[in-house]
Each structure stands twice: as structure tokens, then as C-alpha cells.
């Protein structure tokens, strides 16, 4: 973008004084920074027309984990330093906007993927639109009282979203057996990086139908009204907090209904407008389906189709070509089944178009214990998805592996075409460029700029590294430095720049054993008081992790945590060469300091378990070393950077489902004493256990049923192992070069080769 700093400070005295009669001398932080947006926004407007014609690919997806616009945008632009220096020539502070909230329209991975996606696209040049829910509050805030998880409602609109504009013309009726809404889109620019690209994030928000159809308001009675109006804004008022399990809230299921059905009757209106033939929806349109909360959206296309005059079959075979599914986990608690009776009583002509899908599959003449859509009165979203999408994918090739070979073998025995692997990936504008700008400058000096938008090029770097180590530890040492003092003021944990920083920062869940990370450190504990560890490289150990609110054993694991920091850090002894701190609030913002500063990324997840991950590249990327398991993306980064620059331990996919059988976790116990002292710690009075549930969380490890579902004990010792031959290597050359070593192997996760491998394997857009 072309910049004029008179102009710009000219626009944002005038919107400054038309929107809060005020000027850049007097207005508020917030009211600066509402105006500085709105001025990039008028600003760049013309450039935002993507209607040329082109086949759009449309990303629907419950979750859109943005984090902060203002920076990224102002970056993507190039004008960061100079709104910066505009800003400071009139005595005012750019960094003061680190105080606006983060937009957490997601709750982990999977929404950061979408938003990796948007930016992606948009820095390549490829037509890819996000479509998806104006939550009013997102993810929860996260706040720690004696240890426990609290949560708060997550206004992130309280400093306005300057970024968004309501394009009440598009607006649509979205209609449930008992219910109408009126469904108003925001759209937001996702500006690509210094290519004059503005693709679409357009998020709808629900509002009772009201004046908008006034007619269907007033057909109804006076005690319906006032239902109608509060559940039209209930749907869109807060983000599910779960992340990797599916609860079947009718509530839910008519978010996941109003975002499609709005997305594909707005799209649909325009095709006609423009006179096109619905039938051939798929020259224009194609659509990503992000893991099965959207995938709602195909008996929705089919039902439109049908109300427009096709038959079924004709409505399947567009179906069958614009429709595509990402499996995110194959874990079963988190594949959405959702009760035949629910959908049909609140969505009953699309429901009549499920069953519809269940007979022609029956059709088809397949055994019908493998083949099946419906069965027993629940509805497979992903069968249904498998059965009709062009293409299926999984986001690793371990977690595609597993996908044909177990959770959807007979799916792929049936289509083995329709399934592909697209590794996950990250933008490197916002995980290096943005994050750790030192740093990036220290690789632009050696090897120039190329790698911003083709990260293959970083690998340039490799001549180099001997020679970047000095720098490349002064710029670590510098954001520790930084971390340290956010941490100091706002954990309160005081953690000297000089330690060793061990993190593990991912949603807390039991499959990614943080209770394995915690063992660790109290078996170390133990260690240091005994005298049976000496010389213990002085290490702070960082974790960030939200719980689903209702996830019990989730909380437990915090709780524990928490506490075995308070042990730790209030022992002198041990705490001059030991510090834990949990951070609360973990999101985006936080991770983008976090990332820059860890000498350790934790990846350390069972077998299996973890489809891809993705702070495990933005560590990598950082020049960060893995500690993990064969695991995701892991494998793919020990096979980019070399398994001898990575800390790697723990069983592998094929020994997890051996053990699994016959395991007997209280053996492995019984002759491990310092693992047996580190777990007792749990239920001997060593903390306060107000609730009861550190019981509880020892018991889910060792004489519970089904105990240690995950493997802790398992890989405990050689867990502990590699920990602390990692700890001991750190701060030699050798240790430096690894992580540069990382940091030059990095380039294939990028997410724009991510999203190059979509449009060409799957979306045939951007040709
Ligand atoms: C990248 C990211 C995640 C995903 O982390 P994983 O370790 O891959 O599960 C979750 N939350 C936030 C805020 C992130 O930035």
C-alpha cells in the first residue's frame, strides 16, 4: 500500500473527529486505535473486489482463531513502521494497541489452521473466502484461583472491530423448524502479504427477523415473538470451548446449520443474479468442509438445489464436485453423531435429505455394516461427508496413514482416490516475520528476502548458521528477556533470563499428557532434594493451556500443575536451578512471545493421537529443538531436519497398539521408585487437594478402569531420559546449530505450500 503519512494522520484526525469528536492529542487508546483501522480500511477498499470471475473456493469452518488484526494487517500492507512513525511524529504509541483483544473465534489448532489458511491464500494469490459464525463472545478468558481454572466470557468486541463492515444487503432468512433468524454477514479483508490480495472473511451474526421479514413476524404470536428474538441471538452468542470432543447440544447443531445454510443461500442468490446454471455451481465454487462441523452443509446444498427445481440426483452430483472434507482427529469422542430425532425435529427437510443420502448408499448394493450413513438412530457426519465429497483428507501423512488404514478403512477400500494427505501448516509472516522481527532480519541479511513468501528458500541458511550463532543467541536472549518481564507482570513468577525455557503450550488434554511434562519435573524435584541429580541445568518450565470447561480430568491436570509450581517455586533449594509457571490465558498473542523465546518445544503427545499439531512448526521455525513422540507432524519435521536434531523418545504408533493391550500400568510402577514418589505426591498430603479431584487424576493413572488411557507411565523413563540428556546439551555450539538446523528445514510447513497443495490437488482454483 502506498503510504502518505499526512494523508493518513489527516484521515484519522477526521474520522477522530466525525465518530468521538475528539483529536490526535485528546482521543483514548481505544478510540486511536478503532480510527487507525477504520483509515486502513477506506484506504485499502477499492482494493477489495474479488469478483473477476474466477472459481472461488469458500472455507467454512466453525472456528477462525484470527488472534490481533492490527499489526498483521499493517505488516501484510507494508506499512507497519510507517503508521508506527506516523503515530510517534504526533506523540502518540503504535505498541499501546497491544492492549486490544485478541479475536478467539476458536479454540485451538484447528481455528488457527483456518486463520493460517486465510492469510495463506491471500499472500499467494489464491481466491479462498472464509465463511463462518460473528461470535458475540469467544473463547473463554482464563484466570487461575488456588490452583483451579475459572473462566470469563470473552468480550472481544469491548475495543470495537474497526476491521469488519455489516453488509446488511446480503442479508438472509435461515429458517429451523421452530424458529427463523435473520442471518447479517460481516465481512473482514484478510489483506495478503505486500501483493494488493484482499480475499474475505465473512462471519454471520443472528438477529431476530423482526423488521427485516416482517411478514413472517407478524404471522407470528405475541409469546413467539419474544421466544423467536431470544433464540435468534442466542445462536450466535459464544463459541463451544471444546476442543477435540464433540458435545451434542441442540444448540450447537443450529450454529453449525445457520453458518452453511446462510453461506450457501447467500452464494446461491448471487449465482442466479448472475444468471448462471445452479447445476454447474462447481465452474465457480468449491468448498472446504473444516472437520464435520460444517458438513451440514451437504444436505443443505442438496435441499436448495431441490427447492430450486433439481431432482436429488442432480443436486448430489453437485454435491459430489464442489464439496471437500478435512478430518482433523481420529479420536471418537470427537467425530461428530448427532441423534436422528434431533436433526429431524429442528431441521426436518434436511434431515428427509440425509435419509435420502443413507438409501442411495443402500443402493449401491455394499455391506451395510461397513457402508452406512444413519445406523440405530444416529447420524455419522463424517460417513455422510466420506459418501459424498470429492476428496477427504487428513493433516499429516502419520494421521492419513491411520485414516486409510483404521478409523476409515472401508471408506478408503471403497474410494482409495478420494483420500489425500495435506501436511498442516503455518504462516511464516505472523510466526517469524511478525513475532521474532530480529530475527527475521538476521536471516533477511544473510540470505535476503525470498523465503517470506517461499519458506523452501530458508534453507539458504545452512552455509551460514556458524556464523549467525552469535546473533541468532543475543536475539534469543533478548526475547527471553521480554517473556520474562510479561511473565513477571502477569503471573507474578519471576523467572531468571538465564534458565533454560521448557515449554508446552497447546489446549490441555489428556492425549497430550501436560500430567507427563508435571511428572517429569517433580521426578526432578525429588531428584535435586535427594542429591540423586546434581548439577541440574537451571530450567523454567512454561506451560499455557486452556480446559474445556467441563472436562474434569482437564481441570485436575491444571490444578496439579499449578501446585507443583508453588512446591518448586517456593523451595530455594531447588528453586535456583528450577522454576514452573502456568500461564493463564494462553492465545495467540501470548504464543507469538512465547514462541520466539523457548529453547524446548514439548511435543509430547501419545502415539497416534495428535493428527498434526502445529506450534510444533511455529517452535521449529523459530529455532526451536522438539522434544517429542513419533507423533503428527513430528515425524514429518524429524524428516525434514534430521532425527538427530530433534530430542525424540516414547513408544511409536505400532508399539502403543501392541502395549495397549495387555497394559498393566501399576508394574511399570512398582519397579520405578522415583516415578512411584512422583506420582504418591498426588495422593500423600504433598498438596492441597480441596476438591478431591488430584485423587481422582492418580486414580485415572493407575487403578482406575481402562487406567492411563494415554501412556504416561509408559513412556515415563524414557521420557525422563532424553529430557535430561536434552537439558545437558543445551548451550553448547552443537546445541545452537541444531536449532538453527531447524529453523533452515523449516520451509514445508509453511502453510502456503499447504494451501498451493489444496488448490491444486483438491480446489483446482488460482490455475
Ligand atoms: C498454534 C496454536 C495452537 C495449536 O497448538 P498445538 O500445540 O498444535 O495443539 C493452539 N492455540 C493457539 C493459541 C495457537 O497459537
Known amino acids: 500500500m502506498n503510504f502518505r503519512k499526512k494523508q493518513f494522520l489527516e484521515d484519522v484526525s477526521h474520522i477522530l473527529a466525525a465518530d468521538y469528536a475528539t483529536d490526535l492529542a485528546q482521543a483514548t487508546r481505544k478510540e486511536l486505535y478503532n480510527a487507525v483501522g477504520k483509515a486502513v480500511m477506506q484506504e485499502t477498499y477499492p482494493d477489495r473486489k474479488t469478483e473477476d470471475g474466477k472459481k472461488r473456493c469458500g472455507y467454512f469452518s466453525a472456528e477462525f482463531l484470527m488472534g490481533r488484526a492490527i499489526f498483521n494487517n499493517l505488516m501484510n500492507l507494508g506499512i507497519l513502521s510507517d503508521v508506527s512513525d506516523a503515530l510517534a511524529s504526533v506523540g502518540r504509541d503504535l505498541n499501546a ?25 491471500a499472500s499467494m494469490g489464491l481466491p479462498l473466502d472464509g465463511y463462518g459464525i460473528r461470535y458475540r463472545y469467544g473463547l473463554f478468558r482464563q484466570t487461575f484461583k488456588d490452583g483451579y481454572q475459572h473462566e470469563e466470557g470473552d468480550d472481544w468486541l469491548k475495543w470495537g472491530d474497526p476491521w469488519s463492515v455489516r453488509v446488511e444487503r446480503d442479508a438472509v432468512v435461515v429458517e429451523f423448524a421452530d424458529l427463523k433468524v435473520k442471518a447479517v454477514p460481516y465481512d473482514t479483508p484478510i489483506f495478503g502479504y505486500r501483493n494488493g490480495v484482499v480475499n474475505n472473511l465473512r462471519l454471520w451474526s443472528s438477529e431476530p427477523v423482526q423488521a427485516f421479514d416482517f411478514e413472517a413476524f407478524n404471522e407470528m404470536k405475541g409469546e413467539n415473538k419474544a421466544k423467536e428474538n431470544f433464540d435468534a441471538t442466542k445462536i450466535c452468542d459464544v463459541l463451544y470451548p471444546n476442543d477435540n470432543t464433540m458435545v451434542g447440544k441442540i444448540l450447537r447443531l443450529r450454529q453449525q446449520y445457520f453458518m452453511v445454510s446462510a453461506s450457501l443461500q447467500d452464494i446461491l442468490r448471487k449465482q442466479k443474479a448472475a444468471g448462471k446454471d445452479l447445476l454447474q455451481l462447481d465452474r465457480d465454487y468449491c468448498f472446504q468442509l473444516n472437520d464435520t462441523h460444517p458438513v451440514i452443509a451437504i444436505p443443505e446444498l442438496m435441499r436448495l438445489l431441490q427447492k430450486e427445481g433439481h431432482t436429488f440426483e442432480e443436486a448430489f452430483g453437485v454435491c459430489a464436485k464442489v464439496f471437500n472434507f478435512t478430518n482433523h482427529t481420529i479420536m471418537a469422542e470427537a467425530l461428530e453423531k448427532w441423534d436422528s430425532l434431533a436433526i429431524a425435529d429442528i431441521l426436518p427437510d434436511v434431515y428427509e435429505q440425509i435419509v435420502a443420502c443413507q438409501k442411495r448408499l443402500e443402493g449401491e448394493g455394499l455391506d451395510p455394516e461397513k457402508y ?14 466420506i459418501y459424498v465429497a470429492a476428496k477427504v483428507n487428513g493433516v499429516a501423512e502419520i494421521h492419513t496413514n491411520i485414516l486409510k488404514r483404521e478409523t476409515f478403512k472401508n471408506w478408503y477400500e471403497l474410494y482409495p482416490e478420494k483420500f489425500v494427505n495435506i501436511t498442516n501448516g503455518i504462516t511464516p509472516r505472523r510466526w517469524l516475520l511478525l513475532n521474532n522481527p530480529r530475527f527475521a532480519e538476521l536471516i533477511d541479511s544473510r540470505i535476503g528476502t525470498g523465503w517470506h513468501t517461499d519458506l523452501k528458500e530458508i534453507s539458504k541458511i545452512k552455509p551460514y548458521i556458524a556464523d549467525m550463532l ?13 517473556l520474562a518481564a510479561y511473565i513477571k507482570e502477569h503471573e507474578g513468577v519471576e523467572i531468571p533470563e538465564n534458565f533454560i525455557f521448557d515449554v508446552q503450550v497447546k489446549r490441555l488434554h489428556e492425549y497430550k499428557r501436560q500430567l507427563l511434562n508435571a511428572l517429569s519435573i517433580l521426578y526432578f524435584y525429588y531428584g535435586i532434594k535427594d542429591g540423586s541429580i546434581r548439577d541440574f541445568p537451571p530450567t523454567a518450565f512454561i506451560f499455557g493451556a486452556k480446559a474445556a470447561p467441563g472436562y474434569y480430568m482437564a481441570k485436575a491436570i491444571i490444578k496439579f500443575i499449578n501446585e507443583v509450581a508453588n512446591l518448586v517455586n517456593s523451595d530455594e533449594e531447588v528453586s535456583a536451578v528450577m522454576r514452573v509457571v502456568f500461564v493463564q490465558n494462553y492465545n495467540v498473542s501470548y504464543a507469538e512471545k512465547i514462541v520466539c523465546a523457548a529453547d524446548v518445544s514439548e511435543q509430547i503427545s501419545m502415539a497416534g493421537m495428535e493428527a498434526s499439531g502445529t506450534s510444533n512448526m511455529k517452535f521449529m521455525l523459530n529455532g526451536t529443538v522438539t522434544l517429542g513422540t513419533m507423533d503428527g507432524a513430528n515425524v514429518e519435521i524429524c524428516e ?36 512411584k514418589r512422583a506420582l504418591d505426591a498426588m495422593i500423600d498430603g504433598t498438596f492441597p487437594d480441596e476438591t478431591g479431584s488430584l485423587k481422582k487424576l492418580y486414580e485415572s ?22 529430557k535430561e540428556e536434552l537439558l545437558r546439551d543445551y548451550g553448547s555450539d552443537e546445541f545452537w546449530t541444531k536449532c538453527l538446523l531447524n529453523t533452515a528445514a523449516a520451509g514445508k ?9 489444496y488448490a491444486d ?5 488460482g490455475c
Open 470 to 482: 552469535p546473533a541468532f543467541r543475543v536475539i534469543k536472549e533478548e526475547n527471553k528477556r521480554k
Open 701 to 722: 493413572l493407575t487403578t482406575g478402569h481402562s487406567p492411563d488411557r494415554y501412556l504416561v507411565l509408559l513412556d515415563f523413563a524414557d521420557y525422563v531420559r532424553v
Open 761 to 765: 490437488l483438491i480446489w483446482h482454483i
Open 97 to 121: 494497541f497491544e492492549e486490544v483483544e485478541d479475536a478467539a473465534l476458536g479454540n485451538g489448532g484447528l481455528g488457527r489452521l483456518a486463520a493460517c489458511y486465510l492469510e495463506s491464500a
Open 372 to 385: 452406512f450413513i444413519i445406523r440405530e438412530g444416529i447420524v455419522h457426519m463424517a460417513n455422510l461427508a
Open 749 to 757: 510447513f509453511s502453510s502456503d505450500r499447504s494451501v498451493k497443495e
Open 640 to 675: 525434514e531436519a534430521g532425527a538427530e536434531n530433534e530430542y525424540i523418545f516414547g513408544a511409536t504408533v505400532e508399539e502403543v497398539a501392541t502395549v495397549r493391550r495387555f497394559y498393566w500400568p501399576l508394574e511399570i510402577v512398582g519397579q520405578d521408585p522415583s516415578l
